[in-house]
């Protein structure tokens, strides 16, 4: 159970794009969803929480504007990066509280080149 | 704000030593602390959670301990193997009702056969 689905695992975007990443809660339903961003041989960076039915918390030094964060929905939260810039390339985690501790997507390796 | 810190950064054992990986945190007033285990290039997967009023969980042959008065929690790996070869990262949530995850920055644990 309290399984998170990422989607996609891997994209390759044209500098100047947009990218959408989805986060689904299969067979729960996720109140909060937490959106975090990894950079190479680093740890998880928390970039904002999502919260159902209302605005994106986010952390100090994350751009709200470029990185689009919607949760529509109790089982869905999207994470679009607008104007995608290759120093954006890294690795996004999305992760969702459940009972007992918090579970994790598979993450979406970005690259924009 | 809390700062979590794992030791070693890297560890190389042999098959079936028994190994510690240790965690330490500056505030001790946590909610819950979770160990997991990342794989390269993929997502996270939970092994263990504590919560505040918990001392140690186990499952199968590993075994994490909390001691909040000091700010420290270590994970054990009994009998190791070449398939528990991954980067090992502590996780502390702190404060009740805030259920914002600060990670260490992981331990890459390689097991030689």
């Known amino acids: 159970g309290a399984v998170v689905s990422q989607h996609p695992s891997r994209v390759i975007c044209k500098s100047g794009t947009s990218v959408k990443i989805e986060c689904r809660s299969l067979?729960?339903?996720?109140?909060?969803m937490f959106w975090y961003r990894q950079f190479p041989k680093q740890s998880l960076m928390l970039m904002a929480t999502?919260?159902?039915?209302?605005?994106?918390?986010?952390e100090q030094g994350v751009e709200k504007d470029k990185f689009l964060i919607n949760h529509a929905s109790l089982t869905l939260s999207t994470l679009t990066v607008t104007s995608a810039h290759p120093e954006d390339s890294s690795f996004y985690i999305c992760s969702a509280r459940f009972n007992y501790g918090y579970t994790f997507g598979s993450g979406t390796r970005l690259t924009v080149v | 704000k809390q700062e979590v810190t794992q030791i070693p950064a890297a560890l190389s054992v042999p098959e079936g030593e028994n190994l510690v990986l240790n965690c330490s945190f500056t505030?001790?007033?946590?909610?819950?602390l979770q160990w997991f285990r990342q794989d390269p290039g993929k997502g996270l997967t939970s092994l263990l959670f504590?919560?505040?009023?918990?001392r140690e969980q186990t499952s199968g042959r590993l075994n994490a301990s909390l001691d909040k008065s000091s700010g420290r929690s270590t994970l054990y790996i009994a009998a190791s193997q070449p398939g528990d070869s991954a980067t090992y990262l502590c996780?502390?949530?702190?404060?009740?009702?805030?259920?914002?995850?600060?990670f260490g920055k992981g331990t890459k644990l390689s097991v030689i056969p």
């Open positions: 996780a502390a949530s702190s404060g009740a009702g805030s259920y914002q995850l600060t």
């Open positions: 067979d729960f339903q996720a109140t909060t």
């Open positions: 999502s919260n159902e039915g209302s605005k994106a918390t986010y």
């Open positions: 505030d001790s007033a946590i909610y819950n």
């Open positions: 504590i919560q505040s009023s918990q």
